[in-house]
């Protein structure tokens, strides 16, 4: 004699559909549509668990993502159901190593070191692209710089993805002004204003230095002055 078969249903959701992985510089942001309502979402990442998140969501930023490639793992849960995983990957370019700048006048000479085979290099100054150089650069010269400090960016890109930035600061100075030169027998007394704080100040004739002076001083008296 049988009993009356047990019986029982599971609703397997369906898995995260869309999903894609892009990165941009150092992150990586991982975007998906929900076919269920899920009450959670759970993100694998290179076979570790990142987070998990609320069932409605349907986006998330990974930061400070190390270079190299990435294989992202989506995974639904509906109540005690755990939908199939879905995967994408994505690959986060080396950035540009140990970049330093020199001003020289208003321009500013920038040299940096590959940190892979890049297809192109990207500058910024302040936040603002300003030149794309081929994958081997390794040195540009930024010009017309205003006076101040400024923020210089390298980035190297590979297959249209841009790796994170790698940054160095110049500061330009800002010139004397009201300078003026005035003749007094055979010597010509040089007057300025100071524009900032300097630590010395070089007076240079016909392109040939003649002194180099304390950073607070406002006059100068060439004496030897040719006729």
């Known amino acids: 004699q049988e009993s009356v078969p047990a019986q029982c249903e599971v609703y397997v959701p369906r898995p995260?559909?869309?999903?894609?992985?892009?990165?941009?510089?150092?992150?990586?942001?991982?975007?998906?549509?929900?076919?269920?309502?899920?009450?959670?979402?759970?993100?694998?990442?290179?076979?570790?668990?990142?987070?998990?998140?609320?069932?409605?969501?349907?986006?998330?930023?990974?930061?400070?993502?190390a270079?190299?490639?990435?294989?992202?793992?989506?995974?639904?849960?509906?109540?005690?159901?755990?939908?199939?995983?879905?995967?994408?990957?994505?690959?986060?370019?080396?950035?540009?190593?140990?970049?330093?700048?020199?001003?020289?006048?208003?321009?500013?000479?920038?040299?940096?070191?590959?940190?892979?085979?890049?297809?192109?290099?990207?500058?910024?100054?302040?936040?603002?692209?300003?030149?794309t150089l081929p994958g081997a650069a390794q040195t540009y010269t930024v010009s017309g710089l205003a006076p101040g400090t400024h923020v210089i960016e390298i980035a190297g890109v590979i297959a249209g993805v841009q790796s994170a930035r790698t940054a160095c600061t110049v500061t330009v100075l800002a010139a004397p002004g009201a300078f003026a030169c005035a003749a007094q027998g055979a010597a010509i007394i040089l007057t300025w204003q100071n524009a900032g704080t300097y630590a010395e100040l070089g007076v240079?004739?016909?392109?040939?230095?003649?002194?180099?002076?304390?950073?607070?001083?406002?006059t100068y008296t060439d004496a030897n002055a040719p006729a």
């Open 67 to 131: 270079a190299g490639v990435h294989t992202y793992a989506l995974r639904a849960t509906l109540g005690t159901s755990v939908s199939e995983t879905v995967t994408c990957q994505t690959t986060v370019v080396p950035a540009p190593v140990n970049a330093t700048c020199a001003a020289n006048a208003d321009s500013a000479d920038v040299a940096w070191e590959l940190g892979a085979a890049y297809d192109a290099v990207v500058v910024f100054v302040d936040g603002e692209g300003v030149a």
């Open 16 to 65: 995260p559909s869309e999903a894609s992985c892009t990165a941009n510089g150092a992150s990586v942001a991982l975007a998906w549509t929900a076919p269920d309502l899920y009450d959670s979402v759970a993100i694998v990442k290179d076979g570790v668990l990142l987070t998990v998140l609320p069932g409605g969501v349907g986006a998330y930023l990974d930061t400070n993502v």
């Open 204 to 218: 240079v004739r016909d392109g040939i230095e003649l002194a180099r002076l304390p950073g607070g001083t406002g």
